[in-house]
């Protein structure tokens, strides 16, 4: 069975950091690119900040410069790393494929920023 786990999400002051972790089961990791996505309160859910295979990043214009997407494939894991939290950013976190067929979503990790 596919499961997606994501966790690390909590309340956190404007400037702040938070480690986002999300682990894949139940299929091969490493071959696949794997995503961030977040919906905002009153939006759809985004991709944002992608990984491929090979460890090349892309990231939306909003978050560069403050969100770093890694992976450890021996740990079937996909982190993101954000600094300099503001308040926009609170939003739902999930994890998923990226540019591929996706699996059926986690529960996602809820990521607040508020003073």
């Known amino acids: 069975q596919v499961q997606l786990v994501e966790s690390g999400g909590g309340l956190v002051q404007p400037g702040g950091s938070l480690r986002l972790s999300c682990v894949l089961s139940?299929?091969?990791?490493?071959?696949?690119?794997m995503g961030w996505y977040r919906q905002r309160p009153g939006k759809q859910r985004e991709l944002f900040a992608s990984i491929t295979a090979e460890g090349d990043t892309r990231y939306g214009g909003s978050v560069k410069g403050r969100f770093t997407i890694s992976r450890d494939n021996a740990k079937n894991t996909v982190y993101l790393k954000i600094n300099n939290l503001k308040h926009e950013d609170t939003a739902v976190y999930y994890c998923n494929t990226a540019g591929e067929r996706e699996y059926a979503w986690g529960q996602g990790t809820q990521v607040t920023v508020s003073s």
């Open positions: 139940g299929r091969s990791f490493s071959i696949h690119a």
